[in-house]
């Protein structure tokens, strides 16, 4: 119910956060760091979270997102439907895609840790 204040922050931890939804955090376009470190949230939750940052990626920046759950799927480029757009069918296949989306990281890189493994496309 507070996250509405949040629109604006660019840094939040919630770190041993339990939550059954992460979608309120989708307004907060300008975010840069988000910490989940030991948080609670159920994995169908984080990937339908992960797959919505790829849907309404348009004005967000760059983000910085530390994991400790691991979001469900294999690392890898989704398929394509017959207008180009991504099916995603896991939140690692949302993962890839905001790490390899070129115009997504022109300003800033995305970057997800989870569990100590780094996915990004900085050099």
Known sequence: ??????????DINLCSLKTADLFPLLNCKKLMNLDL???????????????????????????????????????????????GNYILSSGMEAVWVLVHEPAWNEGGYWKFSINGQTYTNEP
């Open 1 to 10: 119910a507070f996250f509405h204040l949040l629109n604006d922050t660019y």
């Open 37 to 83: 470190t030991d948080a609670d949230v159920p994995r169908r939750a984080l990937d339908d979270y992960l797959i919505a940052l790829v849907k309404q990626h348009y004005g967000r920046r760059n983000c910085t997102i530390t994991l400790t759950s691991e979001p469900s799927g294999e690392y890898k480029e989704p398929g394509k439907d017959e207008n």
